[in-house]
């Protein structure tokens, strides 16, 4: 077995590693929010829409591909009432 100081930094690597996660997660839900509700409208989205999307919130201007407003026609999905809205509260 490994020596108990491999032990006690491998532990302390992996919680200080999940902590920076769970804190960048919840520092940019909103931006998850907002990329995913583009993705439900547009369904791909290219690099660059992605770029302006997240970094100066400018959404892609051309025609959405999904016009039933959500996943299997969904409504409350979009429009920031549905589940992904929530999420970001």
Do not use: M, W
Request: hydrophobic letters at 35%.
């Amino acid at each position: 077995p490994p020596p108990p100081q491999i032990d006690n930094e491998v532990k302390r690597l992996c919680n200080e590693s999940y902590e920076r996660a769970t804190t960048l997660l919840k520092k940019n839900s909103h931006l998850h929010v907002r990329l995913a509700e583009a993705l439900l409208e547009f369904e791909t989205l290219t690099g660059k829409e992605v770029a302006d999307l997240v970094k100066h919130n400018i959404r892609p201007k051309r025609e959405k591909e999904n016009k039933r407003a959500g996943a299997k026609g969904d409504t409350s999905i979009l429009g920031g009432t549905g589940i992904l809205a929530r999420a970001a509260e």
